[in-house]
C-alpha cells in the first residue's frame, strides 16, 4: 500500500497506522507540505495499493492538518 504512495504521490514521506482500541485506529501520515497533501487527495484512490489503504475505512470521525515541532530541541 505504502509503496504505492511513494510511487505516485510528490511530497509524500510516510505513514503510521496506530490501533487506539479494538475498533478505532489512528492514521497519521507525513507530507512535505500541505500543498503536496492537497494535490493528493485531489487525485484519490488510483492505484490499487491507495484504494486498498483507504478500504478498511468504515467511517472517518475527523481529518486535521497540523505542522511537526521538533521537540527535542
Do not use: C, H
Not at 503510521?16 to 482500541?21: M, N, S
Not at 501520515?29 to 475505512?57: H, Q, T, Y
Amino acid at each position: 500500500m505504502v509503496a504505492d504512495f511513494r510511487a505516485d504521490r510528490d511530497g509524500f514521506l510516510d505513514a503510521q497506522l496506530i490501533r487506539v482500541d479494538d475498533e478505532t485506529w489512528l492514521d497519521v501520515v507525513w507530507w512535505r507540505s500541505s500543498e503536496d497533501f492537497a494535490a493528493s487527495r485531489e487525485k484519490g484512490a488510483n492505484l490499487p495499493g491507495i484504494k486498498a489503504f483507504f478500504a478498511p475505512i468504515a467511517e472517518l470521525v475527523s481529518a486535521e492538518e497540523g505542522t511537526t515541532e521538533d521537540y527535542r530541541a
